[in-house]
Nanobody, 126 residues
Framework: QVQLVESGGGSVQAGGSLTLSCAASRATRSWYTYCMAWFRKAPGKEHEGVAG????????IYADSVKGRFTITQDNAKSTLYLQMNNLKPEDSGIYYCAAVGGICYNLLRDTFRYWGQGTQVNVSS
């Protein structure tokens, strides 16, 4: 059972930046064989896939709403995933979740991912 722990959320003003971290542990297979992603959920809305990466190739996927503003990166030595968020907007507010699944992922659909963290809150004020 992969364990994912997010950190780095907080409150910022529009235009500001935050970096989220997701520390992974208890993986039953090589780190490089997982696809990991960031999702977010705003009140009254469905989970939205924000960014994903196949760790073996560093092939990345981004939602159109965050392209050019968010960057997903990985630290293989620390088994940690990051989400650098720049030029934040109020509509970026929500609970951000880290998720993982074994194998290559081609989409950011919630049902694709098997393992989930508890989430970290991001609030962006105008």
């Amino acid at each position: 059972q992969v364990q994912l722990v997010e950190s780095g959320g907080g409150s910022v003003q529009a235009g500001g930046s935050l970096t989220l971290s997701c520390a992974a542990s208890r993986a039953t297979r090589s780190w490089y064989t997982y696809c990991m992603a960031w999702f977010r959920k705003a009140p009254g809305k469905e989970h939205e896939g924000v960014a994903g990466v196949y760790l073996g190739s560093s092939s990345k996927i981004y939602a159109d709403s965050v392209k050019g503003r968010f960057t997903i990166t990985q630290d293989n030595a620390k088994s940690t995933l990051y989400l650098q968020m720049n030029n934040l907007k109020p509509e970026d507010s929500g609970i951000y979740y880290c998720a993982a699944v074994g194998g290559i992922c081609y989409n950011l659909l919630r049902d694709t991912f098997r393992y989930w963290g508890q989430g970290t809150q991001v609030n962006v004020s105008s």
